[in-house]
């Protein structure tokens, strides 16, 4: 089976430029999380929905970021306008469904974006 | 959720086992432990977890003290594919998976 699919693997953009980053989650799984990836900050949650929902937003850094999943199989993070600040790798996790109280989380590969 | 302490740094022979200490001496009844690694340049990948007992499976086990303020991830025979940053994590085990990342021990595993 796929793992979590993140696109692009590599980004490079100018200050300014809008950002969009996909995700696509295992199939099955019904909770997709956000992380952000710093030297200086270290592994960070973004956001994170369950069953397509947004839970938890806290950790959005603005306004400039914003967070969708219009489906099940899909979620995309779009930072606009992007700034030098907001270069990282971006990873995506997906988990799923469970009856049990311990639900592990499947990585991505990560985007690294790199903001000029 | 508690708060846990790592060492910044551990080395460790090949072969030899590998004992990644983690303190978190404030956790709570409901609880669980949860260990993730990060291989450079890769997503966190999921190790074990455990709330009292310990436990095992096919690529570690964690050792938790009886009072459960402390437990220990070790891998009984280390390979140079085993050098990673190994994030420690407690959490209530709830439907929202909500994870917070500290900044783990990098282990390195040299030949």
């Known amino acids: 089976d796929a793992g979590v699919i993140q696109s692009p693997r590599h980004e490079v953009t100018e200050m300014g430029q809008e950002v969009t980053l996909r995700c696509k989650p295992i199939?099955?799984?019904?909770?997709l999380f956000w992380y952000r990836q710093t030297m200086m900050r270290g592994l960070e949650l973004l956001i994170y929905?369950?069953?397509?929902?947004?839970?938890?937003d806290s950790g959005m850094p603005e306004d400039r970021f914003s967070a969708k999943m219009p489906n099940a199989s899909f979620s995309t993070l779009k930072i606009q306008p992007s700034e030098p600040r907001d270069s990282a790798v971006y990873f995506c996790?997906?988990?799923?469904?469970?009856?049990?109280?311990?639900?592990?989380?499947?990585f991505g590969p990560g985007t690294r974006l790199t903001v000029l | 959720d508690a708060k846990t302490t790592q060492p910044t740094s551990m080395d460790c022979a090949e072969g030899r086992a590998a004992n990644l200490p983690c303190n978190h001496s404030t956790i709570s009844g409901n609880e669980y432990v949860y260990w993730y690694r990060q291989i450079h340049s890769q997503g966190p990948q999921y190790i074990i977890h455990g709330l009292k007992n310990n436990e095992t499976n096919e690529m570690a086990s964690l050792i938790i003290t009886e009072d459960r303020k402390s437990s220990t991830l070790i891998l009984p025979h280390a390979t140079l594919r085993d050098t990673a940053v190994y994030y420690c994590?407690?959490?209530?085990?709830?439907?929202?998976?909500?994870?917070?990342f500290g900044q783990g021990t990098t282990l390195q595993v040299k030949p």
């Open positions: 994590i407690v959490r209530v085990g709830s439907n929202t998976g909500k994870l917070i």
């Open positions: 929905f369950n069953n397509n929902v947004p839970i938890d």
């Open positions: 199939s099955g799984h019904n909770s």
């Open positions: 996790a997906s988990s799923p469904r469970t009856s049990g109280r311990v639900r592990e989380q499947f």
